[in-house]
């Protein structure tokens, strides 16, 4: 086990600038807008993506400190561009147990609203003056939005192998923080092999993280979730744990409504997660997640030792112990 | 009166390998989204956007081509992505006479349509390998859609000052035909002053062009058009010909309902659209127009003389001249 480190501490004053830049208004900007914005910036994320970001070019200590903010407040600017118009598309009410954009605003104005905010992201990408991790912002939109399209186009019944889970929660998870990493390493001078490990370190402890998130939406409270448990399931999207459940239990009803595309009721859902919950499909996917970021935690190794890298070390144990 | 110049040919060359950077399909694009994509390229823009940048950057002859193709696709596709959102916030189910993309898939699949195309733009503007076209980029996008936030907020019955609908049509269309003209400058080597110049061009060219599709839209044929007639004010946008009918005939029925911020019915539609045509309102909008694009067009003094420069002149005339 990491020894615990306190890891907001370390990167508070950063952390400020970084949240002052998302902030930031343009002039004549809506004054709705920035009401809209700043709710969902306050609606609690954990900004690990920021903190990826602040930690490696911590440890580095070379990057110009107005580029490295930039870097930051892009990477959770554009995280937060995607939820905007992932509520809206999924129809989702609760976020983090607060109403979405979508709850309070027509679809059109939720649409502008994520399209200004990857307006923003784009500008404070531009911002970090770096041709190479501004090409890279641009194409891991390019992935994550492709992703999603072709997850939408699978639709109801596909069943997904492993292999096809894993490329989905890289695109939608992996890619980005796999940028807020690697960028930062580009932004502090490292060398290619570097560049190419810490890349990989964010892209596996994004995976990772999204495995414990889609575990969390079957083993978790509403209370925890902010929303209520088995959401996945309900939209018919097949993730880890039930691919693991399947192997166990491949003539659960649940299951084979899932498989068949069909739309389960409460009562069906409720059944699937508890049988999930009773499986041993859980503990094979939080096994899964642990592998994935501890074979990513070997690529910190780049990172000149201290403080920052024990950091990393620590939070990498942390998101996959997580609770919410 | 400029001469007749055929700028289509002058460019033909570059404009092919701009579509083709348009059409470039990344590694695992669905191919429900290819298709998508192409439809909505194919369906008859002018290209004006590129065709300016292409022609600046082809007067002064120095910038390299790849960067010059990828910065004309890049302006191409994000006017081409604000059209796909535009058409599902607007729930437009035709544009040039063919079916949108909102008209076709689902309102989740057209934003993220869109968002890919924000994606690849974005992608292409870093091709450009320029930071500050980069730059540009980005603040026009958050410019853009800042308007259309405003706009929206504003609501029926927001009868704007002349003022108001020149920020409304700068910010619509004007700051983007700047971009590609004042981006092309930079590319290009220009010094402040014929950057400044050329955006000045672009912008004044871009707001005439948006006052005579406002005019076009009361005068126009659904034939020319590819939509029915008089579409702005039944959604309750006041444009300039109603501006200025509104100085002739303050108290036409229509007009008043449009105030109120009433939902006009067909016949109520096309009876103001009938006043305003044969009233001085046309006339005097499209005098407007004029005045705009010769004060940008002074600008092209910036430009080397020769057959490019000729064409920007004449381009310039044409816009407010055309019928479609």
């Known amino acids: 086990m990491a020894e615990a480190v ?61 580029q490295v903010w930039s870097l930051a407040a892009a990477v959770e600017m554009l995280h937060t561009a995607t939820l905007v118009h992932d509520d809206l598309i999924d129809e989702s009410l609760l976020r983090r147990g607060m109403p979405t954009i979508n709850a309070m605003w027509s679809p059109g104005a939720t649409v502008l609203t994520g399209d200004f905010l990857f307006a923003r992201a784009a500008e404070l990408a531009a911002n970090t003056d770096n041709i190479r991790v501004i090409t890279s912002f641009a194409q891991t939109l390019t992935v994550i939005v492709n992703g999603e399209i072709e997850q939408m186009f699978k639709g109801r019944g596909a069943w997904p192998s492993l292999e096809e889970y894993y490329a989905r929660i890289n695109a ?25 490990g810490l890349t990989e370190f964010g892209r596996h402890f994004g995976m990772a993280f999204q495995i414990v998130d889609d575990v969390l939406d079957i083993v978790g409270t509403a209370e925890q979730l902010g929303k209520p448990a088995g959401q996945d399931v309900a939209m018919g999207l097949v993730t880890l744990p039930v691919i693991h459940f399947a192997r166990y239990h491949p ?37 899964d997640a642990r592998r994935l970021v501890s074979d990513g935690a070997d690529n910190l190794r780049f990172l000149p030792n201290g403080p920052h890298r024990r950091a990393l070390e620590y939070l990498s144990e942390l998101i996959v112990n997580r609770k919410f």
């Open 172 to 196: 939608k998870t992996g890619v980005l923080f796999g940028m807020a990493t690697g960028s930062a390493a580009i932004l502090s001078g490292a060398d290619d092999d570097a560049v190419r």
């Open 251 to 287: 003539d659960h009803p649940g299951l084979v409504a899932l498989r068949n595309g069909e739309r389960l009721n409460g009562e069906s859902v409720a059944g699937l997660v508890s049988a999930i919950r009773e499986s041993e499909a859980v503990r094979d996917a939080l096994g």
């Open 6 to 66: 306190d890891y907001r501490a370390l990167i508070a004053d950063d952390m400020a600038h970084v949240e002052a830049l998302m902030r930031e208004v343009v002039p004549g900007q809506s004054r709705a807008l920035t009401e809209a914005i700043h709710h969902v910036l306050d609606s609690g994320g954990k900004r690990l993506r920021p903190t990826l970001t602040l930690l490696v070019c911590a440890s580095y200590g070379t990057a110009r400190a107005e």
